[in-house]
């Protein structure tokens, strides 16, 4: 089973920048898939962004061009950078991940299956306006 450790996260105006980072640990398998989705108070959990083992991402249409996911494979650790932050991106963020897994539009449309898949315990990010 995966297991994930978050950092980051915590609380910014509108316009202001956070970054989250996620190490993980425990891959079945050489390929993988990590990202992070995010839930906010009566609503449903939304993929953020995902990045698979070859380095291929994917975003939610509402934060591209404002979030950056990146990954340091040596390490198992992947970082979401985000840039100017709105009030509607305060959420609960997690990070999640699959191994084995490739399809990157997938894991974030999707979520990762339960029997293979890890999640981070969450960090709050909030954005004030």
């Known amino acids: 089973q995966v297991q994930l450790v978050e950092s980051g996260g915590g609380s910014v105006q509108a316009g202001g920048s956070l970054s989250l980072s996620c190490v993980a640990s425990?891959?079945?398998?050489?390929?993988?898939?990590m990202g992070w989705f995010r839930q906010a108070p009566g609503k449903e959990r939304e993929g953020v962004a995902a990045?698979?083992?070859?380095?291929?991402?994917n975003y939610a249409t509402s934060v591209k061009g404002r979030f950056t996911i990146s990954k340091v494979s040596t390490r198992n650790t992947v970082f979401l950078q985000m840039n100017s932050l709105e009030p509607e991106d305060t959420a609960m963020y997690y990070c999640?991940?699959?191994?084995?897994?490739?399809?990157?539009?997938?894991?974030?449309?999707?979520?990762?299956?339960?029997?293979?898949?890890?999640w981070g315990q969450g960090t709050q990010v909030t954005v004030s306006s």
């Open positions: 990045i698979e083992r070859g380095g291929r991402t």
């Open positions: 425990g891959f079945a398998s050489s390929t993988y898939c």
């Open positions: 999640a991940a699959d191994s084995p897994c490739t399809q990157v539009a997938r894991f974030l449309r999707e979520g990762p299956p339960v029997s293979t898949s890890g």
